[in-house]
């Protein structure tokens, strides 16, 4: 089960260009995405209300697209406006709309109660677009499902065995335990390695004389949204008491967004704010993670895989797994309150109040 009352990142804003249709599938509902003729977001559910066909299919006119099975146009609204060889149009012809807004370059999508759609709950990534910091964009396709990579991304102790040469670094990082709190809506870790080697991707960019000390403080936020303040300075320079003099710095935003049970879209972007004017460097870093990325979805595909054959198979959990067992409880949580919520709008009751 997904949740439904939340914002999911739904594409990069150029993927939805000024022209023509885009469709990508969120939490099972095939969504079509468009630019009015003012540039508005527009997002209607992909399927039309007289067959079922894709709308994505079908072709635009003006700020209306027209399904090219048996011609019925729609506008922005979700509104059958048209219907060739229908005197009267149904006012049940209408397709549903989905509350979308633009920010920091990602588009954001409500699946839910379009009347629960606060804007202010969707998450700061100014570093996607500001002036002081650069990155390149990311999108990767997983058929998985979408808890088994926040599992991965909730416990960085692999990243030396899955990323010896790209993001990990030493062995000695799987060693410490992360600080781990508890937020309301998800986690915040707190990771801090001390006069370690610097990692394949920062040797890349910078020559380092010596250790380094190396931090990963990061919030894991419902559905799916990592924000990150990462990065290494010279060992024993002050970073942990914030001197971060001769450092190199990130702020990773990640987005994991479920397209169905077995499959999700992960967006994401490295923001770096050194080398600002260099593009190479900014592609070194780019290139490191895709590449660190890419064996994640190895590893993680083949516990798909391996899973998918013992649906009754039960984890043994370590005590690195704080942070990804306090996460699946807060999303089990959230989709138990939102079925309570359903149910009890279907029966008319008041929904029963779940202990925090």
Partial sequence: MFINNTWYVAAWDREVGADGLFSRTIIGVPVLMYRDSEGRLVALEDRCCHRGAPLSVGRREGDCVRCMYHGLK????????EAPAQGRIPPQARVRTFPVMERHRWIWIWMGDPERADPGLIPDTQWLDHPDWRSQDGYIHYDVNYLLIADNLLDFSHLPFVHPSTLGGSEDYASISPK?????????????????EAPAFAKKVREWAGPVDRWNIYNFTLPGILLMDSGMAPAGAGAQDGKRDGAIEFRGCQALTPETATSTHYFFAHPHNFSIDQPEVTASIHQSVVAAFDEDRDIITAQQRSLSLAPDF??????????????????ARRVEQEQQQAAASATGARPAQTAA
């Fill in 74 to 81: 729609f506008d922005p609204s979700g509104a059958c406006v």
């Fill in 180 to 196: 781990v709190d508890r937020l309301p809506d998800g986690v915040r870790i707190t990771r801090w390695t001390l006069n370690t």
């Fill in 314 to 331: 039960k984890m043994v959990p370590l005590s690195i797994d704080a942070a990804l067992s306090q996460f699946r409880w807060v999303v």
